[in-house]
């Protein structure tokens, strides 16, 4: 199993709490005032960080997915 | 545990849920609230949702068919009055009991109401959707706007306000707007942009009565003034909700206070959200926390606490503010005391960070999203001021 994330560039509102929850998978377009998703299948050690960075986007902009390869 | 409530059906309620779902409890499950509304986001309420009108559908925390298909019987449109916790019943409003095997406290904040808005109809909060529907439909005439309390959400109010073409005046007793919580330096920047924007920000003013006026409310202030105001909000910030809770044995001080887990007092009820005060272990202070992320996590720390887990919850809080094109984030916990060193400061962009006893204690980001990932690590480590400032860490 590995998560993947999923990410709504039109829900996104750019509040910038994916970027602050999880820096190591998002980044952020200033010009846009948009997130930008750099790590679509974070592994195991980013897991924890993947979720609240869904949990923490007022837009609900960020889903999960589990995969199994 | 054969059945678990929630009390509080907003941002921790609904987190709680969906956490002692995800954990596998499968007994009964009810949420409690006051509001008749499905539970739905605050944030909106004075920005977009202000100016636009209120979209039910978009504010909502989670789809109608949710709660069902996570088991979750709603009891909504009903405030809790009292709680056993010897029986394990809590009480509602309606004389009805509901017993219980575990309990979560999230009942949050209610808004603050001076005295002397006691009688004074025209005056109006922003809480709630209903608040805001009626704030919203109060800008359709135009006209003078009072904003009373130059907190976040006055400000944002007052900045939405603006935007739809209203004369905007906002009283508050503090030197500067959001001084409080930021410090003069954040609050002058804020000043300056409501300024530019035509709001008229009267600061170290107090408010010495209201007097409503047909429709209108008549704003006499401490400096001898009087504004005639079509609309009248008053944001004097808000305090827990507590009250339902006296006699209950669970302990309350400024909020219900817990342990570093969440548990309070009492066995078997847990507390989250702005509701809780808890020793934070990041910097070790006492703290109850009155924004959106924090009453996520913490619904999902309780829940587990709940279910038996024993872990601190630790966390360096932060929450955003919009106003105008300013975008404000802040991570940590400043305050008013705390030394500020401004780092960026233009037309559009502000980065001040806060330092407590040498250590990094919090950061304030304007239109300027990245560097505050790196700060808020650097709060987490306890980094001393001097290595962040003028270091490079956070480019200019
Ligand atoms: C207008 C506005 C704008 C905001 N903007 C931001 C922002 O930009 N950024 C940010 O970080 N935060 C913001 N916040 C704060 C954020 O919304 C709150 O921190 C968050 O809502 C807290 O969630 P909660 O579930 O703890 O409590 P609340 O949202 O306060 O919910 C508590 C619920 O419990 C109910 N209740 C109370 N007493 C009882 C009782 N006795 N029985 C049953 N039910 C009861 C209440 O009716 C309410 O529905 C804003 C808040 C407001 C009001
Ligand atoms: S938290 Fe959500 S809305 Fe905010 S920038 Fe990230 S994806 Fe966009």
Request: hydrophobic content about 40%; charged content about 25%.
């Amino acid at each position: 199993m590995s998560v993947h994330v999923i990410f709504e560039p039109t829900k996104c509102q750019g509040y910038a709490n994916c970027l602050i929850e999880a820096p190591e998978i998002w980044d952020f377009d200033e010009e846009n005032n948009r997130a930008v998703l750099r790590l679509t299948e974070p592994d195991d050690a980013l897991r924890s960080k993947a979720e609240a960075s869904a949990r923490c986007c007022p837009a609900q902009a960020i889903r999960l997915e589990e995969r199994t390869p | 545990m054969k059945r678990i409530v929630v009390v509080g059906g907003s941002l921790a309620g609904v987190n709680a849920l969906e956490e002692i779902r995800a954990r596998g409890f499968d007994g009964d499950l009810v949420l409690v609230g006051s509001e008749p509304h499905l539970p739905y986001t605050r944030p909106p309420l004075s920005k977009e949702a202000l100016a636009d009108g209120i979209d039910p559908e978009q504010l909502a925390l989670r789809a109608p068919d949710w709660y069902a298909e996570q088991g979750v019987t709603l009891r909504l449109g009903h405030a809790a009055s009292g709680l056993d916790t010897r029986d394990r019943v809590v009480v509602l409003d309606d004389g009805t009991t509901l017993a219980y095997d575990g309990l979560v406290i999230a009942t949050g904040s209610s808004q603050r109401r001076p005295a002397m808005t006691a009688g004074i109809s025209t005056a109006m909060d922003l809480r709630g959707v209903d608040d805001a529907a009626r704030l919203h439909a109060s800008f359709r005439n135009g006209g003078h706007l009072v904003v009373v309390g130059a907190g976040f959400i006055g400000m944002e109010a007052a900045a939405t306000a603006r935007r739809r073409g209203l004369d905007v005046t906002v009283v508050d007793i503090a030197p500067y707007p959001m001084s409080r919580a930021l410090g003069p330096e954040v609050g002058r920047w804020f000043l300056r942009r409501h300024e530019d924007h035509g709001v008229r920000v009267l600061c170290s003013t107090g408010v010495a009565g209201l007097e409503e006026a047909g429709h209108r409310t008549r704003v006499r202030l401490t400096d001898g003034r009087t504004l005639v105001a079509d609309a009248l909000l008053v944001a004097v910030g808000a305090e827990a909700a507590t009250s339902w809770l006296s006699g209950s044995g669970v302990a309350v001080g400024d909020g219900v206070l817990c342990e570093p887990t969440l548990a309070t007092s009492v066995p078997g009820v847990v507390a989250a959200g702005d509701v809780a005060r808890w020793t934070n272990g990041t910097s070790g202070e006492s703290m109850r926390v009155e924004h959106w992320t924090n009453a996520v996590e913490q619904g999902r720390h309780a829940a587990a606490t709940l279910l038996g887990e024993r872990r601190p919850f630790t966390s360096v809080p932060f929450f955003w503010t919009d106003q105008y094109d300013a975008k404000l984030r802040c991570v940590g916990r400043p305050t008013s005391e705390d030394d500020v060193e401004i780092l960026t400061d233009n037309d559009t962009t502000l980065v001040a960070v806060y330092g407590r006893r040498g250590l990094l204690s919090g950061a304030v980001c304007v239109n300027a999203p990245r560097q505050l990932a790196t700060l808020r690590r650097a709060i987490a480590e306890g980094t001393p001021v001097p290595d962040v400032v003028g270091s490079g860490l956070v480019a200019p």
